[in-house]
């Protein structure tokens, strides 16, 4: 933003990565006009439409993976509902938006950021985590 190149705007660029990316649009959207920006788009639809904001490719996989739970069930685990995916974005999308803040001060750092990444990962994968385990992975 015409700023000094630092570590604050590298976690800037990030978090409107990750809204480019969850989302499937770019800031320079002609969509984004006056004080409409990615990053308001994407907070002002965060309380409740989450669904409607992403990109509706990354629905279709949990429709395919519904489709293939008997694949999986052979694997000792099942798909992802569609509820799981929507927690799981709507996580993304609160790093990206809070990485995405207009005054540096208010984003958080980088090692808050990844640590945030990795729960949302292990939570969404069943990963194991402080000896508890999801129940989407069959012991």
């Known amino acids: 933003m015409g700023n000094q190149v ?6 800037y660029s990030f978090g409107i990565l990750l809204l480019e990316m969850f989302t499937g649009k770019r800031p320079t959207d002609t969509m984004f006009t ?3 920006t990615l990053h308001n788009f994407v907070e ?3 309380a409740e439409q989450v ?10 996989q949990v429709v395919m993976g519904e489709a293939s739970s008997s694949i999986n069930s052979s694997q000792n685990q099942s798909p992802a509902s569609f509820h799981e995916v929507q927690e ?11 990485c995405s803040k207009e ?3 208010d984003r958080p750092d980088i090692k808050e950021t990844v640590t945030q990444l990795h729960v949302i990962k292990n939570t969404f994968l069943g990963v194991e985590v402080h000896g508890r385990m999801r129940a989407r992975i069959a012991a």
């Open 34 to 36: 006056g004080s409409l």
């Open 88 to 98: 799981c974005l709507t996580s993304i999308l609160k790093v990206g938006i809070a």
């Open 51 to 60: 669904a409607n904001i992403v990109d509706p490719t990354l629905f279709q």
């Open 44 to 46: 002002m639809a965060m």
């Open 103 to 105: 005054l540096p001060k």
């Open 6 to 11: 630092s570590t604050s705007g590298d976690m």
